[in-house]
């Protein structure tokens, strides 16, 4: 069963900078797609970035030019570097990850349990 651990989340003033971290384990064979949701108060989750296979990337137009995704293969980990940060990006950050998973693999998706950022003005 796939296991994804999030860090790098807290408590950052607008300008500022922060960088995720999820770390994915339990036998993934292949990563074909991850990235990172964000979910605020009252509101619904929305995509922030994505990262496939073939190192496609793509972003929310507000996070555009701001945030960064990419992945380390080697250590099954994605990142997402948050520059400039604002309020506006305050929510909980989520990251995904659909993977083959096993011997044989399977397809999976999986869910972190959501980290904090607070972007304070």
């Known amino acids: 069963q796939v296991q994804l651990v999030e860090s790098g989340g807290g408590l950052v003033q607008a300008g500022g900078s922060l960088r995720l971290s999820c770390a994915a384990s339990?036998?993934?064979?292949?990563?074909?797609?991850a990235g990172w949701y964000r979910q605020a108060p009252g509101e619904q989750r929305r995509l922030v970035a994505s990262?496939?296979?073939?190192?496609?990337?793509n972003y929310a137009d507000a996070v555009q030019g701001r945030f960064t995704i990419s992945k380390d293969g080697a250590k099954d980990t994605i990142y997402l570097q948050m520059n400039s940060l604002k309020p506006d990006d305050t929510a909980v950050y989520y990251c995904y990850l659909d993977a083959w998973v096993g011997q044989p693999p399977e397809f999976s998706s999986s869910w972190g349990q959501g980290t904090q950022v607070t972007v304070s003005s």
């Open positions: 339990g036998g993934i064979f292949r990563i074909n797609a």
């Open positions: 990262i496939f296979s073939t190192g496609t990337t």
